[in-house]
Structures are given as C-alpha cells and as structure tokens.
C-alpha cells in the first residue's frame, strides 16, 4: 500500500497542504482546532507523523493516568477492549492519557482486590471487569478513601462504592436472547442457559431476564437448568453436546457470558444449527465464524467504542468535578449481528 503523503493528509483534514504542513512544522499561530483536524485525519489515513501532530496537540496539556483490568489476556474479545481503549485514548484530547492495563488470570475476588489496590498513587481512576464479592467491594472503598473512583465494566460489582456502572442493560441483554429463542425457534421445546458464575453479577441479571422473558412471554418453552460453565471452551464444549444427545427438542440455548467457543464447535460439529438457536454475546473472530457457518443464529455485542470514549470523557470530567455523591450507572444499546449483517459483505 502506497505511504500516504502531506497531499492525502490535506485532503482528508480538509485544508491546505500550506497549513498542515505548518502544523507538522510546528509553527506558531497555528489553532488548537486546525491541529486536531490534523491528527484526526493524520491518525483516519495512517500518516506515519500522527504521533507527534498527537504530542505538540497535548504537549500543554495535564496528564490522567488511567488503570484498566480486563479478564483472559488471550481472549479475542479482552483484546478487542484493549485496542479501543488504547484508541480511544490517543484520540482523547483533553488530557494526556496514560493508560496502565492489568489482566486478570483467573476468576479470583482476592487478585483483583489485590490488583485494584496496586493502582493506589498509580492512577486518576481505574476502569474494571470482575467478579462481585466483599474483597472487591473493600478494595474499591479503599480506593475511594484515596480519592481514586473505580467504575464497574461489562457486569456490575462493588454497587454503592463504586463511582458507575458502563456496560449494556443485562436484565434486557437476558430478554432480547429469549426474544430472539422465541422467534426463531422452529417450535417449542427445551432451552439450555449457560453463566460463568454465580460471582459474575451481569451474568445473574442475564439469566433473570432471560427465564422472565421465557415465564411472562413464552410459556410454552422448557428451560432446563442453568448450568455453570466457568467460562471456559472446553466445559462449554462438553455440555452442549450432552445437551444435544439428551434432548431431540432441544431448540434454543443461550451462553450468557464466556466460553461460547465450546458451544460454536459443538453445534457445528454435530451440525444442530438448522434446528437449533445459538445466541451467544460480544462479536470475535470465533463468533463471526459462526454466524458465517450458521452455527450461531444471533450475537449481541457491547459497542465499546462508544462506551470507551465516554468514560474516558466521564472519568476526566470526574476528575476535575470530583466524585457524585450517588453512584450511577451507563447503559449502551446492544449491538445485534445475524448471518445477514453488512459485515459479512465486506
């Protein structure tokens, strides 16, 4: 691919080659608007000088030292998260924005108590995903004590410590995949339902929307017991081809958390997604897979582009504001991918 030139840059900024080439210069009387029209076009094309367009644009600016925790280093969609928010916080332009990330091995309350608490003097606020337990809620009072807010990501914990809750509505995240079962199901029959665990506070609410859904709208559905699958791929795997093998009406299962690798292999494997619905949540390379083979009927994904960008706006304003009083809570839309989404034609 062709390197793009100060020509492609102008173009795309919507200037002069003049003026952006005294933006890259770093000439004076130049404004801070025509600088950031600049680095939004220089980092939109790949102009090799984006960064330091990005450094003269904030070289005035304070620095906000922001700390992330994330689940499973080697998971597509954590790594996913990552990326945006590393974007994310590029394109911020309030703030020099030091981005500090700690994954998560296991599913342990006690290391992420540990690893909020190592964020103490080391960051302006800490974004995490993690289990809801007492050593969590103690580590983030401490936090708070300290003057550090820590908002809750993807599924709540620490409720009445800490500062919001960013993610999707997981009582309607519950409601859409027993809609979507529902529907798409060619009949009634028995529903299996996977969380990763009773910790896993977005997961409980999933699985209360989803049998809500399925008491108030669908009665004519079985489900069967929800079953615990530690979010792994290989427990998922297992299940999900017991489930088939057990029940010739098995028409619809839904895995409300991690491990839907194991569920996309075992319902293309015994090749059961002509007669059975697949939900499963966040958009990867696995999923999309699915929905290319039609192993999996629907995702319902997280927009984390939008979720990034407005907290990482929310956290700085906090900063200057200081901490609510009340905590609160941020609920985005889910994004809803099928086998005939636009993405497949690109």
């Known amino acids: 691919m062709k390197r793009p030139t100060i020509a492609d840059l102008a173009r795309t900024a919507g200037l002069s080659t003049a003026t952006v080439d005294r933006v890259l210069n770093g000439r004076l009387n130049v404004r801070e608007e025509t600088v950031r029209r600049v680095h939004e076009a220089a980092e939109e094309i790949g102009y090799h000088g984006a960064n330091a367009i990005r450094h003269r644009l904030l070289a005035d600016k304070p620095l906000f030292r922001l700390g992330l925790v994330l689940q499973k280093p080697r998971h597509a969609f954590y790594q996913e998260v990552l990326r945006v928010f590393e974007a994310q916080a590029r394109a911020c332009h309030q703030r020099r924005v030091q981005l500090t990330v700690r994954f998560l091995e296991g599913a342990r309350p006690d290391e992420l108590a540990e690893i909020l608490r190592g964020f103490r003097g080391r960051a302006d606020a800490v974004a995490a995903t993690g289990l ?9 009072q401490d936090l708070r004590a300290a003057g550090v807010p820590v908002y809750a990501l993807l599924s709540d914990f620490a409720q009445g410590v800490r500062e919001s809750y960013f993610g999707t ?114 958009l990867t390379p696995e999923s999309q897979s699915g929905l290319q083979d039609q192993s999996v009927s629907v995702v319902l994904a997280t927009p984390v582009r939008q979720l990034a960008a407005d907290l ?35």
Do not use: C
Request: hydrophobic share 40%; net charge negative.
């Open 169 to 282: 509505n997981n009582l309607k995240m519950g409601r859409i995949a027993g809609w979507f079962i529902s529907r798409l199901a060619g009949q009634p029959g028995k529903v299996g339902l996977f969380v990763g665990g009773p910790r896993f506070h977005g997961h409980e609410l999933r699985e209360t929307g989803f049998r809500s859904y399925f008491r108030d709208a669908a009665p004519e559905f079985h489900l069967l017991d929800t079953q615990i699958n530690l979010e792994t791929r290989e427990l998922t795997y297992q299940a999900t081809m017991k489930l088939i093998a057990q029940h010739e009406d098995l028409t619809g299962i839904y895995v409300a958390g991690g491990g839907m690798e194991g569920a996309i292999q075992a319902v293309r494997e015994s090749r059961a997604g002509s007669r059975l619905v697949l939900i499963v949540n966040e």
């Open 312 to 346: 990482i706006a929310l956290m700085i304003a906090t900063s200057e504001k200081g901490m609510a009083e009340t905590p609160g809570q941020r609920f985005f839309p889910a994004e809803i991918w099928t086998p005939e989404s636009e993405f497949m034609m690109q």
């Open 132 to 140: 809801d337990h007492h050593l969590v809620t103690q580590a983030v």
